[in-house]
């Protein structure tokens, strides 16, 4: 009886959205598009991006009869309280990040734990994730590796998260991720090739999935030179150091 009690709920339906892709189709399945028809409501980062993405993935409901629920780092957990009653009603519901994979470097965690919690199935779906495109193409270790968020902006705070970071790196070989602001990416390599030893490896990759894509992995020492040819400025970066 309590099976078929849970099968009349609802679920949380994790959709990844497109990092940069032109054409869906090259970076998520068909039948993820296919599951958004299952859902008249979704949780998301930003609305405009949101509703971009639906109508793109050939969402086939009035947009403007859909429900959004805005969920980004301003919104409280009292907020959320009541954004999943819907699933206790039979209903899905989708989540949304406002580029790649919800709930990686993103606020949809927050939604995630409530689901987890209140004993509502949770579906990731496969998509796009820049994180392990660029592990991937690093040519660095991929079996024991290790994601920082962001680093300090502080120049002298983050010059010591770098130098830490590279500890981590030849005391457990282990690869170092970590994301900046698109208009500190410039900075973030400087700091990099002028704060590392000269033969510790910088991966930069940036654009992933795009024309412009740009992935290289160098010693810090030569990306004090190379770093003069790239301009990194505003485009969406993952920066690795490994061996």
Known sequence: MAVLEDMTKGRLILFPVPIGAEEIGMSLPA???????????????ELRTARRFLKKAGYPFPIDDTVFLE??????????GHYLDAI???ENIGLLSEAGLP?????????????QRRGIEVVPLV???????????????G????FNGYLPVDKSKRAAAIRHLEERLHRE???????EAPYRNNQMLEALASTLSPQTMVCVACDLTMPTQYIRTLSAAKWQKEREKLN????????????
């Open 31 to 45: 039948a993820n598009q296919e599951l958004l028809a299952s859902c008249h409501t979704f949780i998301v980062e």
């Open 71 to 80: 969920l980004n780092e301003h919104t409280t957990h009292e907020e959320i």
């Open 88 to 90: 206790e009603r039979g």
């Open 103 to 115: 709930c990686v470097a993103d606020p949809g965690a927050m939604i995630t734990r409530v689901a």
């Open 127 to 141: 998509g796009p994730s820049s994180l392990m495109l660029a592990l991937m193409a690093s040519g660095f270790n």
């Open 143 to 146: 079996q024991s590796f290790a």
């Open 173 to 179: 070989h282990q690869t170092q991720l970590f994301i």
């Open 232 to 243: 990194l400025h505003k485009r969406n970066t993952v920066f690795l150091i490994g061996e």
